[in-house]
């Protein structure tokens, strides 16, 4: 099975509506979220868009990128529009891309569906054209 991690500076629902993504659509694929600057909690309209799709899964929270050392990932995936103030500790054979998406209105649902859409048509082909 492939590994793929979806990384963002902050907290972002970017991260977990595009792991739900992979993990619902992607089959062979596992996917992961990481964020650097770590806060606990998940956006509850996060895990609204993901349950309308069943793709929630409560092992989603905001890991940090400690947690998951011991993976050996074959993609990472930066989804949040601060790309370039990123410095990653990862070894130069692990493909690292950038997919950058705007961050959905804290307490706007639908902005929360449009951006889980735009994840849904924008980041899944990527994906599945690299790890295929």
């Known amino acids: 099975m492939k590994k793929i991690l979806i990384l963002s500076k902050d907290n972002t629902p970017c991260t977990i509506i595009a792991q739900g993504l992979i993990n619902r659509y992607l089959n062979g694929i596992k996917a992961y979220s990481s964020i650097i600057n770590s806060n606990i909690y998940v956006n509850l309209n996060t895990k609204r868009v993901l349950e309308t799709i069943s793709a929630w899964s409560s092992l989603y929270y905001p890991n940090t990128l400690n947690e998951l050392k011991d993976i050996e990932f074959d ?26 998406f705007k961050e959905p209105k804290d307490n706007d649902y639908s902005s929360f569906k449009a951006v889980m859409n735009e994840i849904k048509k924008k980041l899944l082909p990527i994906v599945r054209k690299k790890l295929s």
């Open 75 to 100: 993609l990472v995936v930066i989804v949040c529009e601060s790309k370039n103030e990123l410095l990653l500790p990862f070894p130069k054979r692990i493909e690292v891309i950038a997919v950058p």
